[in-house]
């Protein structure tokens, strides 16, 4: 194969076709054969399986346990709650056909699964000894799409969702924010994606909700991808399902109910936060491959090199680094560096007789200019060290393309100009058509209502009434 089959139109150049065509040519996806599903490759499905290990871990740790709930929920379900099912319906996969016959109720394949197990806390919850009822499920779930995009759109995704019932408001609002600083340290400590965190405004929140919040996160074209989400539920879904528990005084109480999810959109996320005109460019903690050993030479000077490379292989995966050897014969190297440039591996390790001879082998790291020798003898202790600089360096660079893409806005004309390259943070003053005129103005829309956003009050920055919220909003064209 020849160099320009193998790269991706530069990002610089055209940003949607160079992710269209990186997520095939990294062998991350494959088209499903119903449009709009993704078939997640293994090179691909590892990036998820790291990012899915991490979160699981934290979701434990703050007490939460894992559970799994029907892919098929009754159709009458979805109708208890008429916000839920008016907000999904234009999205849902309806079974109505099984077992050779019409079926008297239609199924719906869960676009989410609030009802069902909103259905089953009403069952398992009776006192308040047993609040909270703190669930997490690992499920697919299917919302049909009409535009679809690999990992950031398809009709079936993978995610987690957490679900969990509450003696009062106080104690499910802290439920809500602990979800909130769990995806976004996920993002930020896992994925270097840089989140903003905080609320999100009443048109931008999930189909019966009281409270939306949202971690944010900036893409290398400008545009906003929400990253997570957790919902502060109130008593809406315990009405619907009769959710209640009965208190000290034996009085019946409805809970008040959370749910959050945080999906492979991720990977996406990354993909987009991270990569550059060669390729995808990974953050250490979700590389398949955090260090690629290409041998070099040809014919005896192969027999030579592979086996130290095999052993060096091993000395890196003892020390718990993820390493491969590229063995691949039929190959240049050229033709590998290209290859692993563009899987976005962050550390490549070339050995050649010349480099054995000396002890060493050549280091080039994912991004920078520059080989340098690293001896064989302290290579796990020096990549590792290697590793842990570089995800931090892309959090630090992925932070400064944020900030340096963020413009504190105080007329419309300094608005439509930031929202062309990245974010305005304005003034608004909390009107659903006022949003609405400014999404049809610029395709913008308000992401999130910063949690540490400075209190702040001004005007609208479109239609001049006082602002809404006490601070300014991030608004950014989104995914
Ligand atoms: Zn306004």
């Not at 269209?20 to 062998?27: H, P």
């Not at 959050?260 to 996320?269: F, K, L, Q, V």
Request: proline share 6%; glycine share 8%.
């Amino acid at each position: 194969m020849r160099r320009d089959e193998r790269g991706v139109t530069p990002q610089s150049e055209d940003f949607s076709a160079w992710y269209n065509e990186l997520v095939f040519k990294a062998e991350l996806v494959d088209r499903g054969p119903v449009r709009g599903t993704m078939v997640i490759r293994p090179y691909g499905y590892r990036m998820w399986e790291l990012l899915q290990a991490d979160i699981d871990r934290r979701i434990k740790e703050t007490g939460h346990v894992n559970a799994y709930f029907p892919l098929l929920i009754p159709e009458s379900y979805l109708q208890r709650e008429a916000e839920h099912v008016e907000g999904f319906a234009p999205e849902l996969a309806v079974v109505t056909h099984a077992g050779g016959k019409e079926l008297e109720e239609p199924l719906i394949i869960r676009p989410t699964s609030e009802t069902v197990i909103g259905e089953m806390m009403a069952k398992w919850i009776s006192s308040h000894r047993d609040l909270p009822m703190l669930l997490n499920q690992w499920a697919n779930v299917v919302r049909w799409e009409l535009r679809p995009r690999m990992f950031l759109r398809t009709t079936e995704f993978l995610w987690q969702e957490g679900h969990t019932a509450h003696v009062d408001e106080v104690d499910a609002m802290r439920e809500t924010l602990l979800a909130l600083d769990l995806y976004a340290r996920v993002a930020r400590e896992v994925a270097a994606m840089p989140v903003v965190d905080g609320e999100k405004t009443a048109s931008e929140r999930f189909p019966g909700a009281v409270r939306t919040y949202t971690v944010e996160g900036m893409m290398r074209d400008g545009r906003a991808l929400q990253s997570g989400t957790s919902h502060f539920l109130g008593s809406n879904f315990a009405r619907a399902f009769n959710i209640q528990y009965t208190d000290e005084n034996g009085e019946r109480e409805y809970c008040q109910t959370t749910s959050w999810g945080m999906s492979a959109r991720m990977i996406g996320g990354v993909i987009m936060t991270h990569g550059d005109d060669k390729g995808l460019v990974l953050p250490p903690l979700l590389a398949p491959y955090q260090v690629v050993i290409v041998p070099i030479g040809r014919g005896d000077q192969a027999d030579q090199v592979l086996p130290p490379a095999r052993e060096l292989a091993e000395r890196l995966t003892r020390a718990g680094i993820r390493t491969h050897v590229d063995t691949r014969t039929q190959l240049s190297p050229g033709f590998k560096f290209n290859d692993w440039e563009l899987r976005g591996v962050p550390i490549r390790l070339e050995l050649g007789p010349r480099d054995l001879a000396e002890g060493s082998a050549l280091m080039s790291m994912r991004l920078g200019d520059g080989k340098a020798p690293v001896s064989l003898d302290s290579a796990p202790a020096r990549l590792a060290f290697e590793l842990t600089a570089f995800q931090d360096l892309l959090l630090r660079r992925a932070t400064e393309f944020r900030d340096s893409h963020t413009a504190t806005v105080n007329s419309w004309a300094e608005f439509t100009e930031a929202v062309k390259t990245g974010w305005a943070r304005a003034f608004h003053c909390g009107l659903a058509e006022c949003e609405e005129e400014i999404k049809a103005a610029t395709t913008a829309t308000p992401r999130v209502i910063p949690t540490d956003g400075a209190p702040e009050e001004g005007l609208c920055v479109r239609c001049n009434l006082p602002s809404a919220y006490g601070k300014r909003l991030i608004f950014g064209r989104s995914y």
